[in-house]
Every structure is written in C-alpha cells, then in structure tokens.
C-alpha cells in the first residue's frame, strides 16, 4: 500500500518556478507508519495512472482552476481500486462537488496538517468517513514541510509558509472567507529551523507564501487606539512584534538568501516595516494594485489602496525602501474603459513595477462577487452546453469562456485581446531590460529576463489567450525556458549550516503527534530563542 500525493495541473513544463507547498506540508502529515508518500506535481508531469495500486491512497488538492482536472485523476485512481481523498480550497468550498465528480470517498475541509493523518488512519482501516473539518488550526500547530522529498533539480524557489488568514474583505478575493480574518502566526524559529534546513540542500531563493505578509497596519494600531479597544491594542501590537522577530532573524541568515512575499498596498505608508524587509533580504512583493482608478477600487471594495498619481508615488515608496514590487492588475471591472488597458499599463511602467500580472476579472467561489453573480444567474441561468456559467470551473477549457459576468461596455473577447497587449507591452524585451537594471550582477541580469518572459509565457501566453495553436506554443518556448531558468537559480549546498541556539524553549509543530498517528516519538530537545 502507497500513499500517493497529487497535485493537479493541465499544463505541464517539466520545471516550476515555486514549490507547491502543501504537497510538502501533508507529506508531513502523512502518518509515518505508512512509508514517505509518493509526491506527484502535474505542473512538472502528470501522473502515470498505471503507478496507482488496489488499496492505495490518494490525496488530491484542488483549487477552483484546477478542480477540473483534479476530478479527473480522482476518477483514474478509484477505478483503479484506490481510496480517493480531496482537499484544498475548492474542496473545503464544494464537498459534495469532490465527492459526486471526483469519486471521492472523503473530503478533508480546512486546514489538513491534523486532519489528513486522521482521514489516512480511516483509509487504512477501510472505514473514511465522508467529511473531516479541519477547521482552522493554530500557528503553533502548523508543519513544516517535508523537504527531504522534493526533487531538487526541478524548481526554482522553495516555499515557507509564516503566517495564515487576511485581515481585508476585497470582493474578489476568498483567503478570508475561507482562512479568516484573524492571523494565525507561526512561531518565527519553526520558520527559521525550515529555511536554514532548505539552504543546507541549496536553496537561497525563499517565497514565503503567507496570506498576507502584513496583517497589521499603522491604521488598525490608530482605530484601535482611538476606540480606547486595549486588549486589541495589545493583541495587535504583539502580532507586529513577532514580525519584525521573524525579520530581524532572516537579516542573520546567508546574505545570498533571497525571499518573496505578498502585501497590501498599506505597507507602502509604514517606512520602518519595509526597512526592516529590506534587512531581511526581501527583495520583493506581490502587492494587489487592482484597479488604478477610484470607481475601479471602490467596485471590488478595496479603495484603502490610491489611485492616480498618488498610486505611483506609494509604488516608488517601495522601491525607495529596497522592495521590488509583482503588481497584480485586475481588467474587466465594470468601471473599465478602453482606455484604461493603456491608462495600467502607463502606471505600471511609470511606478517603476519591477514585474506585474494583469488578469481577467473572474469571480471565484467563495468571494463576495461570487456570490453576487450567483444570486444574478439564479433566475435564468447562462449556460455551456448542460453546464451553468456559474460552474466555469466544470467546463471543457477547449470550449471555456475567457470572462463569466458579462462587461456594460466590451465583449469579453475585446478585453481579452486588450488584456493581452497589456501583458506584451509590459513585457517586452527593451522594457524588460530596463527593468533589470535593479539586479547586482551580470548573472542576475541574465536571470531577470529569463524569468520575466519564462513568466509571461506561463501565465499569459498559455492561460489568457484563445488560440490553441498559440497556447500550444508559449506551452513550448515556456518547457525550455523555463529548464534554462533553473540553472540560473541553483545554489551550492550549505550543509555546515546551522540553526541558532534559541534561548527559550519552544516546541515545532512537526514534534507533536496527534495520538491516532502512533506511538508519540521522544520529547524533543529544548529549543531557544536568539538573545541577538
């Protein structure tokens, strides 16, 4: 009997450019009475159906583009006489979806550092139960991944994960709907003790894949303040506290280490927080720009951001600090003209965005325009063939529309065609080459622009267009560069390595077993925290 991880994908490169964390995260979870699983990430190359065994186990995660896909490597493995076990946001968002579509015999909600060991446990003795809620867990309870697994000549950037849950409400967004509002911070030496393991295997370039990197603004620190609210205050202050722990130990590590995050636009007004990412050796950002016009932030609730020139200004504030900016531009707003395709794309050049993203309005589950569309359609539903337009995610991708909620002023094909010249403008060799500049080295120049087409190609050339035979080509120039791209990326092992001697005392997560895992392993040794 195997245990067999799944990560699903339609496109395959055969390199990526970050590890898909949670395939690393269960690999933990997975009781180790059962052997290491057998970790299978379809964006690299899909899975051979022939490799999955009567009474296997099999663990897919989905996520609403994947969830197509997902379905269909479920209904591979319980034919072929295995358990089929879902999990991930789409998952935690459509249960009964998993269970009638992708064949699954149970569905793990929530969080699954806990609850996958204990959905395995029922596997092995035959009796799953349908749902395991596993709810929202506590910083101090999440794993650290099992990097030992990981192949290492096939990505580009190791991920960790600090901290979960958002803070905002953005209308297009789920993280908080399905991952809270609260933010659930892991004890910043777990995060160490990860990172250092993954420089001692070769890896200094370091996303850490939180929700939102900065949970706390100087505006909730003032309104908590001015409310006269002090066990907010303090509860607050203390989650800012521990960020900047955390920084101030990623500053002490190798000084070729590279880390990448996501932010709000706020974190533009806090000087002293981006100093200390700068010191840290956070290089970048993603940061949700959206909309560059009032009407365009007000539509997805998201106007705490500026527009304007006032946009610009606090996207060169990053800058100034040392913090290069991944821009992420919304089109298709209800607000959008045509000439705000050009109006973005004058901005993102004129701020100085380091790299950027421009993608198509899509309401995904769980979101509040999610559920306002829904409540549209529920009358008279569109349809795609036998399909809803409300269930996009269902429907062939050879035959799925581009756009789902229909624009007051441009068909979906003319903000498609629009959205795409966006992409090639910004992208294009002299503007990248500008760009590059901010790099130290002749070698990182050179990476730069591999990276910046290598992303285009992935995330444009094979998922905004809607010519086959144009996908089918950036799928191709995407497999090459992208295997040239990791070469860029290599570093040589650290072995000798070693985590700080922490002073006090604190248990990782990854020590600590449930009981239904087995036999509890021995106390593990004191760990402290730096004095420095």
Same mark, same amino acid.
């Not at 010191?279 to 970048?284: Q, R, T």
């Not at 003319?414 to 060799?429: C, N, P």
């Not at 995330?459 to 070469?487: E, F, H, L, P």
């Given at each position: 009997?195997?245990?067999?991880?799944?990560?699903?994908?339609?496109?395959?490169? +055969?390199?990526?450019?970050?590890?898909?964390?949670?395939?690393?995260?269960?690999?933990?979870?997975?009781?180790?009475?059962?052997?290491?699983? =057998?970790?299978?990430?379809?964006? /690299?190359? &899909?899975?051979?159906?022939?490799?999955?065994?009567?009474?296997?186990?099999?663990?897919?995660?989905?996520?609403?583009?994947?969830?197509?896909?997902?379905?269909? $490597?479920?209904?591979?493995?319980?034919?072929?006489? *295995?358990?089929?076990?879902? +999990?991930?946001?789409?998952?935690?968002?459509?249960?009964?979806?998993? /269970?009638?579509?992708?064949?699954?015999?149970? $569905?793990?909600?929530?969080?699954?550092?806990?609850?996958?060991?204990?959905? $395995?446990?029922?596997?092995?003795? +035959?009796?799953? *139960?349908? =749902?395991?809620?596993?709810?929202?867990?506590?910083?101090?309870?999440?794993?650290?991944?099992?990097?030992?697994? %990981?192949?290492?000549?096939?990505?580009?950037?190791?991920?960790?994960?600090?901290?979960?849950?958002?803070? #905002?409400?953005?209308?297009?967004?789920?993280?908080?709907?399905?991952?809270?509002?609260?933010?659930?911070?892991?004890?910043?030496?777990?995060?160490?003790?990860?990172?250092?393991?993954?420089?001692?295997?070769?890896?200094?370039?370091?996303?850490?894949?939180?929700?939102?990197?900065?949970?706390?603004?100087?505006?909730?620190?003032?309104?908590?303040?001015?409310?006269?609210?002090?066990?907010?205050?303090?509860?607050?202050?203390?989650?800012?506290?521990?960020?900047?722990?955390?920084?101030?130990?990623?500053?002490?590590?190798?000084?070729? %280490?590279?880390?990448?995050? @996501?932010?709000?636009?706020?974190?533009?007004?806090?000087?002293?927080?981006?100093?200390?990412?700068?010191?840290?050796?956070?290089?970048?950002?993603?940061?949700?720009?959206?909309?560059?016009?009032?009407?365009?932030?007000?539509?997805?609730?998201?106007?705490?951001?500026?527009?304007?020139?006032?946009?610009?200004? @606090?996207? &060169?504030?990053?800058?100034?600090?040392?913090?290069?900016?991944?821009?992420?531009?919304?089109?298709?707003?209800?607000?959008?003209?045509?000439?705000?395709?050009?109006?973005?794309?004058?901005?993102?050049? #004129? *701020?100085?965005?380091?790299?950027?993203?421009?993608?198509?309005?899509?309401?995904?589950? +769980?979101?509040?325009?999610?559920?306002?569309?829904?409540?549209?359609?529920?009358?008279?539903?569109?349809?795609?063939?036998?399909?809803?337009?409300?269930?996009?995610?269902?429907?062939?991708?050879?035959?799925?529309?581009?756009?789902?909620?229909?624009?007051?002023?441009?068909?979906?094909?003319?903000?498609?065609?629009?959205?795409?010249?966006?992409?090639?403008?910004?992208?294009?060799?002299?503007?990248?080459?500008?760009?590059?500049?901010?790099?130290?080295?002749?070698?990182?120049?050179?990476?730069?622009?591999?990276?910046?087409?290598?992303?285009?190609? %992935?995330?444009?050339?094979?998922? =905004?267009?809607?010519?086959?035979?144009?996908?089918?080509?950036?799928?191709?120039?995407?497999?090459?560069?992208?295997? &040239?791209?990791?070469?860029?990326?290599?570093?040589?092992?650290? !072995?000798?390595?070693?985590?700080?001697?922490?002073?006090?005392?604190?248990?990782? *997560?990854?020590?600590?077993?449930?009981?239904?895992?087995?036999?509890?392993?021995?106390?593990? !040794?004191?760990?402290?925290?730096? #004095?420095?």
């Amino acid at each position: 009997m195997s245990v067999h991880l799944v990560n699903p994908s339609d496109n395959s490169f +055969g390199t990526a450019v970050i590890t898909p964390r949670w395939l690393f995260v269960l690999a933990a979870a997975t009781p180790s009475g059962v052997g290491d699983p =057998i970790l299978i990430d379809e964006s /690299l190359e &899909q899975i051979n159906p022939e490799s999955i065994h009567a009474g296997d186990i099999v663990g897919i995660s989905v996520h609403t583009g994947n969830a197509l896909r997902g379905y269909e $490597v479920g209904r591979i493995a319980r034919e072929r006489g *295995a358990w089929v076990v879902y +999990g991930g946001i789409h998952a935690t968002l459509f249960p009964e979806e998993a /269970l009638e579509l992708g064949h699954a015999h149970a $569905v793990v909600k929530g969080d699954g550092d806990i609850a996958w060991g204990k959905a $395995v446990a029922d596997c092995l003795a +035959g009796t799953p *139960a349908r =749902i395991y809620d596993g709810g929202r867990i506590g910083g101090s309870e999440f794993l650290a991944a099992r990097w030992d697994l %990981m192949p290492r000549d096939k990505y580009m950037w190791a991920s960790v994960q600090t901290i979960r849950g958002c803070p #905002k409400h953005c209308s297009f967004c789920s993280v908080w709907r399905t991952d809270g509002q609260k933010p659930r911070q892991r004890a910043f030496q777990s995060v160490i003790d990860e990172i250092v393991n993954l420089r001692r295997i070769g890896f200094r370039f370091i996303a850490l894949a939180d929700d939102n990197f900065y949970p706390v603004t100087l505006t909730d620190l003032r309104l908590a303040r001015e409310q006269n609210n002090f066990a907010k205050l303090e509860e607050l202050t203390a989650i800012r506290a521990e960020r900047f722990l955390l920084m101030a130990e990623l500053a002490k590590l190798p000084k070729d %280490m590279v880390f990448f995050t @996501q932010i709000t636009m706020e974190a533009g007004e806090d000087g002293e927080y981006l100093d200390a990412m700068r010191k840290a050796n956070i290089k970048g950002a993603l940061v949700g720009v959206e909309a560059v016009t009032p009407e365009g932030l007000k539509a997805v609730f998201k106007d705490f951001n500026y527009s304007g020139e006032a946009l610009a200004r @606090q996207l &060169q504030t990053f800058k100034k600090h040392g913090v290069h900016i991944l821009g992420s531009f919304i089109f298709g707003l209800p607000t959008d003209k045509p000439a705000t395709f050009d109006a973005t794309a004058n901005m993102a050049l #004129k *701020a100085g965005v380091t790299f950027a993203q421009f993608v198509m309005m899509t309401p995904f589950p +769980g979101t509040v325009d999610f559920i306002r569309w829904e409540k549209e359609q529920a009358q008279a539903p569109e349809m795609v063939g036998e399909i809803p337009i409300t269930r996009y995610w269902l429907i062939p991708t050879a035959i799925r529309p581009k756009m789902f909620t229909p624009h007051p002023s441009m068909s979906s094909g003319e903000i498609s065609e629009r959205t795409q010249r966006v992409w090639d403008r910004f992208y294009d060799w002299p503007s990248i080459w500008q760009r590059s500049a901010c790099t130290p080295t002749l070698r990182a120049r050179v990476a730069f622009m591999f990276l910046s087409k290598l992303y285009r190609q %992935m995330y444009a050339g094979t998922g =905004i267009s809607t010519d086959s035979a144009r996908r089918k080509k950036s799928k191709t120039w995407a497999r090459w560069t992208a295997k &040239q791209c990791r070469k860029l990326f290599q570093a040589k092992p650290m !072995p000798q390595l070693q985590s700080p001697a922490w002073e006090l005392a604190f248990s990782p *997560a990854s020590t600590r077993r449930p009981a239904f895992l087995g036999r509890e392993p021995e106390p593990a !040794p004191l760990v402290v925290i730096s #004095k420095q």
